[in-house]
């Protein structure tokens, strides 16, 4: 399945965080933009150096109306750990049945070791206070991920 496009409605949602809390996308309308992050697994190298840089810079996203949200397919109780383990500071949502990683187009055949599976293409969305999409991010770099996100919604969302 495709990503959504720039300039179309964000796909809803409704996903449990790591402390079983209820997150819509929908609470977020007309109040904040969204930063949502799709990533392969909790508690791995790439996804810890990932989730750190947003860590460190989420009083910068907060500056700009802006809330950062991660999806994995990890169940909840993975993320609590993760969350603990890294100190993290935002919402990592479970998406355990992958549905709504299939509705942004980010389930798919990956190669890894000359071997194919289906797994989480790490992408990234910007959603406005509208709920439509702004950016599609499919070449995310682990370590730059947090600035780069931060670089862009500082340039079009301010």
């Known amino acids: 399945m495709p990503f959504p496009k720039v300039g179309n409605v964000a796909p809803a949602f409704s ?4 402390r ?3 997150i819509k996308l929908t609470d977020f309308k ?3 933009n969204v930063v949502l992050y799709f990533y392969p697994k909790a508690m791995t190298p790439g996804c810890t150096v990932q989730a750190c840089g947003i860590r460190d810079t989420k009083d910068e996203f ?3 109306d802006t809330v950062v949200l991660g999806i994995s397919p990890d169940p909840y109780p993975r993320l609590a750990r993760f969350e603990e383990k890294q100190q993290l500071n935002f919402d990592l949502l479970s998406d355990e049945d992958h549905a709504v990683t299939q509705a942004y187009g980010c389930w ?3 190669k890894f070791m000359g071997r194919e599976f289906m797994g989480v293409l790490r992408t990234s969305f910007v959603i406005d206070k509208q709920g439509k999409i702004r950016l599609v991010m499919d070449k ?3 370590k730059t ?3 780069d996100i931060l670089r862009w919604v500082k340039e079009n969302l301010v």
């Open 15 to 18: 996903l449990k965080n790591q």
């Open 20 to 22: 079983g809390e209820t």
């Open 30 to 32: 007309g109040n904040k």
């Open 62 to 64: 907060a500056q700009l």
């Open 108 to 110: 798919d055949m990956k």
């Open 140 to 142: 995310v770099k682990t």
């Open 145 to 147: 991920h947090h600035d």
